[in-house]
């Protein structure tokens, strides 16, 4: 009983989450559907449409008990079950991804870095050490990772996504300003920086 | 008579813009929608769509030729007036956008990152200098900067938001996985990585 959730939805949820956090650091015990509301400065009946989702997964008394709420949207969002992912290219991109407080706590699990650049090797940075490329097939076998974070420079991408694909990575979250060629089987997903820049300003000009 | 773009266009525009960047490099002259449609893994005609919404901007043949096309999207989506923008927090991940190869050729001109570390204070990265925090009301003013991308660690957002707002900051790209609180009149972009990433592997799992 699967439900297929849009871009939007899971978008908002992991807001509520942060809120959620953030109420429970401070010892607050409940919440409102009008204080999401008020903070994202969206409608109310839109959180409370989003948190109505959430029913089907918990039986807690959801948009009120902040620790309810918030075990509801880790289950709905499939924390409980973290994916194992590689990062490839260790420069400051992948550094800031390997460091970023809970990627592990929101369902990823970053298990290493790779780079070409053998100074940078054997580096461990938030317990997760970096290796030399060359291990990456075999480590990616062993320790079952499908999914590959691509941020090696531009110039890079393309050969760098070819060698992933050989060794058997099904989803490339794609970093670079580039667009891949890929087969079919494999998924890729462009983390867009500039589009989402764009969209902020050229909308608020 | 500016036309008000969606998301999806323009992260749709930003990806062709990545195509035309590469064949551009290769020497390649001329491209069709079908190309494009291939490359990005959508319909032809949803390509054909969006370069007819360019034709209002440009007189060249576009859809074509390969230059005239790219000076169309850049037009369209206002790289020739580059917005001034401060980086603050120079952790990894500021520095990894400070780096970022091609904010300035997308129209984001990234002039200062700010920290509270006195040890950062003085690096030079790309061209951009770290500065104290402390300088940051002054430089905002005397550059006209109003936009801030934000990388500070979680537990600082809010006190550092709160900083910006007093120093007539009016937009913020938050990249920290908070929801900030901010006045009516200050617009905040949520970076929102986790749920980057959680769609893409939600909805291919």
Not at 3 to 26: A, G, S, W
Not at 55 to 67: I, L, R
Not at 145 to 160: F, G
């Amino acid at each position: 009983m699967k439900i297929q959730l849009t871009d939007k939805v899971i978008k908002r949820l992991t807001l509520y989450h942060y809120i959620l956090f953030d109420y429970i650091e401070k010892n607050i015990e409940f919440i409102s559907s009008p204080q999401i509301a008020k903070l994202l400065n969206i409608d109310d009946s839109q959180v409370r449409k989003d948190i109505k989702l959430l029913n089907n997964t918990g039986k807690c008394k959801v948009g009120y008990e902040v620790k309810c709420l918030k075990k509801s949207i880790e289950k709905m969002l499939g924390f409980e079950n973290p994916k194992n992912a590689f990062i490839i290219g260790a420069g400051n991109l992948g550094m800031a991804l390997a460091k970023y407080t809970n990627f592990k706590d929101y369902g990823l699990n970053i298990m290493a870095l790779f780079d070409i650049d053998k100074s940078k090797v054997d580096v461990v940075v938030n317990f997760k050490k970096v290796f030399d490329v060359e291990k990456l097939p075999d480590l990616a076998k062993k320790l079952n990772v499908e999914i590959a974070i691509l941020t090696v420079p531009r110039a890079y991408a393309q050969e760098t996504a070819d060698f992933l694909i050989k060794s058997n990575i099904k989803y490339i979250w794609n970093f670079t300003p580039t667009v891949l060629k890929v087969p079919s089987d494999v998924i890729v997903w462009n983390e867009n920086l500039i589009g989402n820049f764009l969209h902020f300003t050229l909308n608020h000009n």
